[in-house]
């Protein structure tokens, strides 16, 4: 717990700059006191633990069996909860796989990334995607590709992925586009 207390005992006059940092350092204590309500962590989860929330925001039309990915219990591959107030609220899974018609070992491929819908906007999927990043950067990797919704597709530009090819339809999952960056 913060609690700072300013009384003044006195009259004084400060200078613009003493009243800007003055200013500022309440903003900051502020914003302090009110990101303790908002903490977000993020961990390596089991596979299994990402198939509620692929569920209910990816693909609530597949059974529960058709959300078992190929490659999900790769040693490689990795699964990342954000737990937002104590809860599950956002999932990415990224696994060591070419692109189409590539042969290498140095490329990473992200699956099933979703937050829920409550904490949509607050910035935990760019949280997500740092965490995928460092670790294929941790892991020596240089490619990171995804099939992202082409609705998402200026989220994962902001992190520098790039549009590959043409606009394609999965069956059933709606517009995609291949995303591509170099690390």
Known sequence: TLIISVSFLFTAEFTDLELNFYKKSLIFINSLQHMKDHISEIRQILS?????????????????????????????????????????????????????????????????????????GMGLGRELMNACIEHIRSKKGKVFWCNARTTAEKFYEKFGMKRKGEVFYPEGLGEHVVMKMDL
Request: hydrophobic fraction near 30%.
């Open 48 to 120: 299994a633990d990402t198939r509620l929330l692929r569920h209910q925001v990816l693909r609530p039309n597949q059974s529960p069996e058709e959300l078992i990915y190929p490659g999900d219990d790769s040693n490689d591959s990795v699964h990342f909860g954000l737990f937002y107030k104590g809860a599950l609220n956002g999932i990415a899974s990224i696994y060591k796989e070419p692109m189409e018609n590539e042969i290498n070992d140095h490329s990473w491929r992200l699956r099933g990334m979703a937050t829920s819908e409550e904490t949509r």
